[in-house]
């Protein structure tokens, strides 16, 4: 097989590779000595297989340093922050070991980050500063059913009385009306006071609407005979006089079925220069698997997640403001599945592709679209393939980021479901009438596909696998460059490492791409072992990078304001034909809606080159960027960090 995929690779290089196989085709015992795997190498270390194709590398840290990264965010000091938290790992979370790391790419160095909480399936993104917000993370693991052995659930928590709210604390005990039976909260939980309503003609009073407060409980003993049935009524033990008649809980059954991670409300800063967490307030919402998306005004929205008791948070969205370090509810509810690809619009608008990380309702937030923030309407756009195959797709706004074209690569289906995609779907968010159409199709269905823009403009597509989790040994060795312009993708060298659940990719400063993470459920073809998380990071270095020199960059300012221009020294002044300033990524189960490519308009005298930043905030938002040149051949400087405040 291997001998098989050398041949078909080969025929990429060019005469001189043919001559070679044809040599080896008359040579029986030569080819033989050679050893199938040996010759494979050979071939793609040729330096014109390389410029044909690119080349992958595995970067294996020393044992102490490796962990099962989940996510990764470039930071604008050039290295890259990994975070496992936990690492999917129930054992390190009855531990309470949770781990990051900082890797420079350039000096090959690693170290260890204190990492304060469980930042496993957190959100991110870059702040205009240059840190992280860190947003969410995993306050319990999911039980399977049959691992459950106290029955719980959600209880909701009524309060009517429209004077004052009611705090509960952890502990508290609800029995049943009907059931007689007692379950016992794990939390605190606040629940507001009860609105009041009048008639708005006569303003004559009408009626109250409790205020709400949902809280998990589960039962004092195990067993099946504490589950209940059906719903009932609760009553509060503690509670006196007004706040007894006041207070109650409603909750369906409570059983002993499987329980789904629940999230936290933890909020942190990473700053990239003391290389340390620092603590935010935290958000009104737990979440866990939440996307955050910078806004142009620099604030962040917060959205979707698991809460604190293991239900997709009720489309209670909310706005972290970098300035006071602290969140605020959005005025109106909007619910979408976990890790929504949401992309900030030139218009100020979000733009929901559909693809998600799964979580939630299969009717429920699931249509792509556009979101009005401000009015909360949602404007669904049509034409999209495969609907019901969105789930763990991967979504990238296509360079250059003032085109508002977006690509959607595969998915699968809800959930556990076998079912994927081969599919790519593109749409122009400037049309009059936006509409998905069909792109070029991939090989196979493929779900967890990873996505990195280049500087040339073109996107490396690469990895994931066909069935859930890589489950059948179906991870995808391939990748992919996809050209824009053309609407093609052209096949490239194959990765050497399967990549499937949490992983990610990011693009390096020097114009090469990191993978990391893979985390498959099962280690073997028939599922008789359990996976193994991979430790190791792969770099791709594209054929841009095998083409000789490579354009310089040097001096220029740092600081960049929108609107702009910045002169910069390149004694390849006079070959460049593009510039561009891509945003750092931040990466987690194929999410990365920081990630965008801005055409910058540029001119070029001598050994000077002056390029100005467009004026629109929503477009370039407030950041730390990588300024890019790239010359006639397509090959990329080395980026320059720039700051746009």
């Not at 399936?121 to 993370?137: E, M, N, R, Y």
């Not at 919402?285 to 948070?313: H, M, N």
């Not at 034409?383 to 003032?402: C, I, K, N, W, Y």
Request: with cysteine; net charge positive.
């Amino acid at each position: 097989m291997k001998g098989r995929a050398g041949f078909r690779r080969a025929r990429r290089v060019g005469l001189g590779a043919v001559v070679v196989l044809a040599l080896a085709g008359t040579n029986g015992p030569w080819l033989y000595r050679f050893g199938a795997g040996r010759y494979h190498q050979y071939v793609i270390d040729r330096p014109g297989y390389k410029a044909a194709n690119g080349h992958w590398d595995i970067v294996e840290f020393p044992r102490k340093y490796r962990q099962d990264t989940i996510h990764a965010v470039l930071l604008h000091t050039g290295k890259v922050l990994l975070v496992a938290g936990s690492g999917n790992n129930q054992a390190n979370f009855d531990a309470r070991r949770f781990d990051s790391r900082l890797w420079d790419p350039v000096k090959g160095t690693v170290r260890k980050v204190p990492t304060p909480t469980d930042l496993f399936c957190t959100g991110h993104t870059q702040l205009a500063d240059g840190s992280v917000l860190i947003a969410g993370g995993t306050k319990r693991y999911e039980k399977l059913k049959g691992d459950v052995t106290k029955a719980g659930g959600l209880m909701i928590v009524h309060n009517e009385n429209p004077d004052r709210p009611v705090t509960l604390p952890a502990g508290t005990v609800f029995t049943g009306r009907a059931n007689g039976k007692t379950f016992v909260s794990k939390d605190p939980v606040l629940v507001p006071r009860a609105k009041k309503n009048f008639d708005r003609r006569t303003g004559r009073f009408l009626s109250n609407t409790p205020g709400l407060g949902r809280i998990y409980v589960e039962a004092r003993r195990s067993g099946a005979r504490y589950e209940t049935g059906t719903q009932d009524n609760y009553r509060v033990q503690g509670l006196t006089g007004a706040d007894a008649r006041n207070t109650y809980g409603i909750a369906q059954k409570l059983a002993l079925d499987k329980k789904d991670f629940q999230g936290i409300r933890d909020t942190y800063e990473f700053d990239p220069v003391a290389e340390r967490y620092l603590k935010a307030d935290p958000m009104h919402e737990a979440r866990w698997y939440p996307t955050l998306t910078t806004l142009g005004d620099g604030t962040v929205l917060g959205v979707s997640g698991l809460d604190d008791i293991g239900q997709l948070v009720p489309g209670k969205n909310e706005i972290f403001d970098p300035a006071t370090r602290k969140w605020t509810y959005t005025p109106k509810t909007r619910q979408f599945p976990t890790y929504p690809a949401l992309f900030l619009m030139a218009d100020g608008k979000l733009f929901y592709s559909g693809s998600n990380a799964g979580y939630g309702p299969a009717d429920v937030g699931r249509d792509p679209g556009v979101w009005d923030l401000r009015s909360n309407r949602f404007t669904k756009v049509p034409g999209m393939s495969d609907p019901q195959l969105l789930e763990t797709s991967g979504t990238v706004l296509l360079p250059p980021a003032q085109d508002e074209k977006y690509l959607v690569v595969g998915g699968g289906g809800v959930g556990e479901s076998r079912r994927s995609s081969k599919r790519t779907r593109l749409i122009d968010l400037t049309a009059r009438h936006p509409r998905f159409t069909d792109g070029p199709p991939l090989e196979k269905g493929t779900r967890y596909p990873q996505s990195s823009i280049l500087p040339d403009d073109s996107v490396l597509v690469s990895g994931g696998s066909a069935d859930y989790r890589g489950r059948g040994a179906s991870d995808i060795r391939q990748a992919r460059l996809y050209d824009p312009a053309s609407n093609t993708f052209r096949r490239v060298a194959d990765p050497l490492v399967g990549r499937d659940y949490h992983a990610g990719s990011i693009l390096l400063p020097d114009g090469r791409v990191m993978f990391f993470g893979s985390d498959p459920l099962y280690g073997d073809r028939a599922g008789t072992r359990p996976g193994t998380f991979e430790q190791r990071i792969e770099i791709y270095t594209p054929p841009y990078l095998y083409r000789g020199a490579r354009p310089t960059l040097s001096g220029g300012p740092r600081t960049l304001a929108r609107g702009a221009s910045g002169t910069f020294t390149s004694p390849h002044a006079a070959a460049i034909r593009k510039a561009r300033l891509i945003r750092p990524s931040a990466s987690t189960h194929v999410t990365d809606v920081d990630q965008r490519s801005i055409a910058l308009d540029f001119t070029a005298s001598g050994d000077q080159v002056t390029v100005t930043v467009p004026k629109n905030r929503n477009l370039v938002q407030s950041g730390w960027y990588m300024l890019f040149v790239t010359d006639a051949r397509g090959t990329p400087s080395t980026a320059r960090w720039v700051r746009v405040p």
